[in-house]
């Protein structure tokens, strides 16, 4: 029989943590046919992929985007699958668009992650036929997907479809009996339609969009730990997971995950729980030595299961003048970003009271647990009206200056018109060591790309490929410090058998998800500064990833949908390759999985 795809003479990860072979895959009707140590048939096959000399990986998983609109404009995603990605999960960080009606899901999406509110709202008004979970699953399959996506149920998209945008966020507000059993049977509802849990936000930094409840903190935020508890029921019962991400203002709520994952007290199975983050931050040097054996020994004590999401590259933040998330720690930060009118936003910038205000606040926050580090010192500018800028730091400009190092920022913002300004800084994951050391820690688990989100902050779509270089650069230096087949479970296997995807091998019967990946072409290109214009956002000027190299082709569904730095005819628009992926029957981590977690000895 003829195939569809092959995939020829290249060393073949299957995803399991198994060491790779040299193999020829054959390719039919969407799945692996064939896996073979001799060549195949090539008769009749329309596509052949010379992959000598390259590694062929089951496609990546990135379990933490925030593509909830942008899917619904573009359904190609192009810029997580032309760096390897072929499935992404939506609904992260308590914000989907299930249940909300479209005006409520744009307030409380686009100020969180970043995204134009009016591109939102008008997606949404255009898109949204769904009423139900199960509308909502039938109308993203119908779309030409590019990858797989699956999604969670956004614990503020179910809180605000019950007790509306309002109740949800005001401080004192808890739901009716009634109201709870609404929110468990609306979530068991999701859950039936093929969610893969529900995703929710434990930390007041982000806040509300639009005009009608401006400023305010996210629903999910104002739940107790009651509300929380009855609706970890629902998932328990399901055998589904819980995304989260705890509030670093009282640490020990932190523990409250812990236990409701836990298997204690005839309370089985457990709920499998994924946090927000686990990063070498710079605002706490020494967390990233606690967290991880932390995590493992509450896991052993309380029979829980918790991981923490970890970003595998280092943790790098672009800003627009105050346009960063990190600005809403501060009350300060989050009047400025309060006011969308760019001269009444300069002013308040510019008024000696608001600046004392804003000092005082920065100054005090120092004493503790934080996002951001702080330093001006560690701030580079990048364009600035003024050249004479570029380069220099706010803390320099500020010694300059003889001024506080806020006042020296402030000032050139003023200035200079706040969003002229750009610049930079990196926040975590800036030394190698501890980087590499969370790499192989078995309390995390890969993900927190943001993908989707945060246009103009970020770009972390290739950190994948980030991570397969570091490794492959440490073996080739004589100091490895995981195989690379172990990274490549980390980035496929494992997270899909903790969140229950039915992903991420590449055997025969499995579902023809690939990448091809040229370890040449794992260069200084993965860290390289690149912006793109997108056209569904305005012509919107995004920040992206560009290394087009390192990707030989990316398949989905057994379709080549990106060769060569070139998407196929009609990608996303006619031509649909990704699937809408509903979650799989809960089960225990892949026995490879377990053999392929402890790093590798130097």
Avoid at 27 to 46: F, H, T
Avoid at 239 to 261: D, H, W
Avoid at 465 to 491: C, I, N, Q, S, Y
Avoid at 580 to 587: D, E, I, M, Q, T
Wanted: proline share 5%.
């Amino acid at each position: 029989m003829t195939y569809d795809v092959i995939v020829r003479n290249g060393l073949w990860f299957d995803g399991s943590g198994a060491r790779p072979q040299r193999r020829t895959l054959g390719i039919r009707d969407g799945v692996v046919a064939a896996v073979s140590a001799e060549p195949l048939d090539e008769s009749g096959c329309p596509d052949v992929i010379d992959a000598d000399g390259k590694w062929v990986v089951p496609g990546f998983i990135d379990v933490h985007t925030h593509y909830d609109a942008e899917v619904l404009l573009d359904p190609g995603l192009r810029e997580s699958v032309r760096h390897g990605v072929t499935t992404l999960l939506l609904g992260n960080c308590s914000l989907s668009t299930v249940y909300a009606d479209s005006e409520d899901a744009a307030d409380l999406f686009s100020r969180v992650e970043a995204v134009p509110r009016e591109f939102v709202l008008g997606a949404l008004e255009a898109k949204k036929t769904w009423s139900t979970p199960a509308e909502y699953v039938q109308t993203l399959d119908d779309l030409p997907l590019g990858p797989n996506v699956s999604s969670m149920l956004g614990h503020s998209d179910l809180r605000t479809s019950v007790l509306g945008l309002d109740r949800a966020t005001t401080d004192g507000v808890t739901p009716t009996d009634a109201e709870l059993e609404k929110m468990a049977k609306l979530l068991d509802e999701a859950l039936d339609a093929g969610l893969l849990g529900m995703s929710g936000m434990d930390a007041p930094i982000d806040k509300l969009d639009g005009d009608r409840f401006r400023s305010r903190a996210l629903p999910s935020t104002f739940a107790t730990w009651r509300e929380r508890r009855r609706l970890i029921t629902v998932l328990r019962k399901r055998g589904r997971v819980l995304q989260s991400a705890p509030n670093t203002k009282n640490p020990i709520e932190a523990l409250n995950f812990f236990t409701s994952s836990s298997k204690m007290f005839g309370r089985r199975p457990g709920v499998r729980v994924s946090l927000l983050v686990s990063a070498d931050a710079k605002s706490a040097p020494g967390a990233v030595r606690v967290l991880g054996p932390g995590t493992r020994l509450l896991n052993r004590v309380l029979d829980s299961l918790v991981r923490f999401q970890h970003l595998p590259v280092p943790f790098e933040l672009y800003s627009d003048g105050i346009d960063l998330p990190v600005f809403e720690e501060f009350g300060a930060g989050t009047a400025a970003l309060h006011l969308r009118d760019q001269i009444e936003r300069n002013e308040l910038l510019a008024d000696l009271e608001y600046r004392r205000r804003f000092r005082k606040s920065f100054d005090r926050k120092k004493l503790g647990p934080s996002l951001w580090h702080r330093d001006f010192h560690d701030a580079t500018i990048v364009a600035c009206p003024d050249e004479s800028l570029i380069g220099k730091s706010f803390g320099q400009i500020a010694d300059e200056r003889g001024l506080h190092p806020l006042d020296a920022f402030l000032d050139v913002l003023v200035e200079n018109g706040e969003r002229n300004v750009r610049w930079t800084t990196i926040v975590a994951n800036h030394r190698p060591k501890q980087l590499n050391a969370l790499a192989v820690d078995p309390s995390v688990h890969m993900g927190f790309s943001d993908a989707g989100a945060h246009l103009r902050n970020m770009a972390f779509y290739n950190f994948g490929l980030k991570l397969l270089r570091r490794v492959r650069d440490a073996e080739l230096a004589g100091r490895p410090f995981m195989t690379v087949e172990h990274a490549v479970h980390r980035l496929t296997a494992e997270v899909a058998d903790w969140f229950g995807l039915p992903a991420g091998t590449l055997r025969e019967g499995d579902r023809a998800d690939f990448v091809v990946i040229d370890p040449a072409g794992l260069d200084d290109e993965v860290d390289a500064y690149h912006e793109e214009k997108a056209p569904f956002y305005g012509n919107l000027s995004r920040m992206v990833n560009r290394n087009d190299r390192a990707v030989v082709a990316t398949g989905v569904n057994g379709v080549v949908v990106f060769r060569n730095g070139r998407f196929r005819d009609g990608y996303g628009e006619t031509v649909k390759s990704g699937r809408f992926l509903k979650a799989r029957p809960a089960g225990r981590l892949s026995k490879a999985g377990q053999r392929h977690r402890q790093p590798v000895s130097a």
